[in-house]
C-alpha cells in the first residue's frame, strides 16, 4: 500500500539546515495498523504530510498503491488524496457552520459526486458511526467524542484505501479516547489499513506494528509480526 524509499526532507532556517525526515525506508501493507510513535520533533508531522501527499520529498521515492506519487503536481496530490487518504486530526477540523452531515458530504462533493449520493453515503455512515441522530448537529453542539467520530465518518466515506490518523485520541479524555481506539480496531479488523501518529506509548502499543522516528530516522519496534517474535527478548507484556 505504502512504499517509501529513501525519503529525506530537509527544512533550512537561517542557515541551519534540519533533516526532519532522515532517509527513510519502510512500507507498509493493506490491512496493517500502524502506530508512528516519536518524540516531539522527531519527524512524525513532517513524515506524516509526506504520506498524505500535503508535502513532497526533497528525494527518495514514494509508491501509493503501486502509483509512484513522488512527482506529483499539487492539483494531482489533492485528487489522489481526496481518493486514497482518508485523515483524522487531532482536534478533528470540523467546519464550523456546517452540520455533522454536510461535514461528512464534502470530500464527496469535492470528489464530485452528486448531492444526493453524497447526502446518502454520509448518512450510511453517520449511522456506522451511531451518529445518525445527530446529523444535524453543529460541531460545537457535539461532545468530543461525538466530534471525532464524525471526522471518522468523514475519513471513511470516500471509501479510502487508507486512514491517516494523527493524535486522533489527544483532544479527548481517555474514556471516550479509548472508545475511539477501539473504533479504528474494529475498522481495522473489518480490513481499513491505518496508519496512526502518537506519542503516547500506551496508545501504540495496541496497534499491531510500531515505527519509532528518532532525530527524523525510522526503526521498528514490532513484536507480532513473524520476522520479529524471535527478538521479543525481555518484554513480558501481556499482548493479544
Ligand atoms: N516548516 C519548517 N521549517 C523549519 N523547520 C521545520 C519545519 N517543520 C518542521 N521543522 C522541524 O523539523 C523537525 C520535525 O518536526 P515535526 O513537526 O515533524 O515533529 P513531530 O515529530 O511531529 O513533533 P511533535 O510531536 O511535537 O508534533 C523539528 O525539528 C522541527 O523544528
Ligand atoms: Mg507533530
Known amino acids: ?13 537561517g542557515g541551519e539546515t534540519i ?25 512524525k508531522s513532517t513524515l506524516m504530510n509526506i504520506i498524505w501527499l500535503l508535502d ?8 501509493l498503491d503501486g502509483m509512484d506519487v513522488t512527482d506529483l503536481t499539487d492539483d494531482e496530490q ?10 483524522v486530526f487531532q482536534s478533528f477540523y470540523l467546519l464550523q457552520r456546517l452540520t455533522a452531515l454536510e461535514n461528512v458530504m464534502i470530500p464527496l462533493l469535492y470528489r464530485g459526486e452528486s448531492e444526493k449520493d453524497a447526502r446518502r453515503r454520509a448518512l450510511e455512515m453517520l449511522e456506522r458511526l451511531k451518529l445518525a441522530d445527530r446529523y444535524k ?12 467520530r464524525v471526522a471518522i465518518a468523514r475519513a471513511l466515506a470516500g471509501q479510502p484505501s487508507l486512514i491517516l490518523a494523527d493524535e486522533p485520541t489527544g483532544a479527548l479524555d481517555s474514556s471516550t479516547g479509548r472508545e475511539i ?25 495496541g496497534a499491531k506494528r510500531i515505527v519509532k522516528i528518532e532525530d527524523g530516522k525510522i526503526s521498528e519496534a514490532d513484536n507480532t509480526s513473524e520476522e520479529a517474535a524471535d527478538e521479543s527478548g525481555t518484554d513480558d507484556q501481556d499482548r493479544t
Open 137 to 148: 448537529h453543529l460541531p460545537n453542539q457535539l461532545s468530543g467524542g461525538q466530534q471525532q
Open 56 to 63: 513532497k520529498a526533497d528525494s527518495g521515492t514514494y509508491l
Open 1 to 13: 500500500m505504502i512504499e517509501m524509499k529513501n525519503i529525506i526532507k530537509e527544512f533550512s532556517l
Open 181 to 205: 481506539l477501539g473504533l479504528l480496531h474494529e475498522l481495522n479488523d473489518a480490513g481499513q489499513t491505518i496508519v496512526m501518529i502518537t506519542h503516547d506509548l500506551n496508545i501504540a502499543a
Open 78 to 87: 489533492s485528487v489522489i488524496r481526496n481518493r486514497k487518504i482518508g485523515f
Open 19 to 43: 533533516k526532519a525526515v532522515d532517509n527513510a525506508t519502510f512500507s507498509i501493507s493493506s490491512g496493517e495498523f500502524v502506530a508512528i510513535t516519536g518524540p516531539s520533533g522527531s519527524g
